[in-house]
């Protein structure tokens, strides 16, 4: 069986930044999708998604937008299908470790990254995770339970890289 490890802890915890560490000291083919904050100033506006392996990118979500609403921001569904979606299905047929960054509220509103998700938990390849941490949604419930899970704290999130590469390291 792959390793594969999930990664949660609270908002602005430095999860997305402790996924892009792991990336960098894998050393293994990586595909998938990350997200990253859009701020203007200092207040943060929205959310980007990259694909990994093609570096194309979206908007996941927006204060601007015009999509399903979820806190202050509106969810760009196109685009988390479109980038989202694609990027993990890319994953599972070209990269050696499948990224997720992040399995949480607005992602679960597409059925079809849900979708995209599920099948790269019922593959055979190794993953990096990152699931919201109180979300109820079956899919969230399954991440933590299947998944070898690194709860991210201003403690500890130095010392995780290194600890989760040694996680996924065959042994």
Same mark, same amino acid.
């Given at each position: 069986?792959?390793e594969r490890v999930a990664i949660t802890g609270p908002p602005g915890s430095g999860k997305s930044t402790l996924?892009?560490?792991?990336?960098?000291?894998?050393?293994?083919?990586?595909?998938?999708?990350?997200? =990253?904050?859009?701020?203007?100033?200092?207040? =943060?506006?929205?959310?980007?998604?990259?694909?990994i392996l093609t570096g194309d990118r979206g908007t996941l979500a927006s204060i601007d937008g015009d999509g399903p609403k979820v806190g202050r921001y509106r969810v760009c569904l196109r685009d988390l299908e479109e980038v989202?979606?694609?990027?993990?299905?890319?994953?599972? =047929?070209?990269?050696?470790?499948?990224?997720?960054?992040?399995?949480?509220?607005?992602?679960?509103?597409?059925?079809?990254?849900?979708?995209?998700?599920?099948?790269?938990?019922?593959?055979?390849?190794?993953?990096?995770?990152?699931?919201?941490?109180?979300?109820?949604?079956?899919?969230?419930?399954?991440?933590?339970?299947?998944?070898?899970?690194?709860?991210?704290?201003?403690?500890?999130?130095?010392?995780?890289?290194?600890?989760?590469?040694?996680?996924?390291?065959?042994?």
């Amino acid at each position: 069986m792959p390793e594969r490890v999930a990664i949660t802890g609270p908002p602005g915890s430095g999860k997305s930044t402790l996924v892009k560490k792991v990336i960098d000291l894998l050393g293994r083919p990586v595909g998938g999708v990350l997200a =990253r904050e859009v701020r203007r100033g200092r207040e =943060r506006t929205g959310f980007l998604l990259e694909d990994i392996l093609t570096g194309d990118r979206g908007t996941l979500a927006s204060i601007d937008g015009d999509g399903p609403k979820v806190g202050r921001y509106r969810v760009c569904l196109r685009d988390l299908e479109e980038v989202g979606a694609r990027a993990v299905e890319r994953a599972v =047929r070209e990269a050696e470790v499948v990224v997720i960054d992040e399995v949480g509220p607005m992602e679960l509103l597409s059925e079809a990254f849900a979708r995209a998700v599920e099948a790269a938990l019922d593959s055979e390849k190794t993953m990096v995770v990152v699931v919201h941490a109180k979300s109820s949604h079956p899919l969230a419930e399954r991440i933590r339970g299947e998944l070898r899970l690194f709860i991210v704290t201003e403690e500890n999130r130095e010392s995780l890289p290194e600890k989760i590469v040694s996680a996924l390291s065959p042994s």
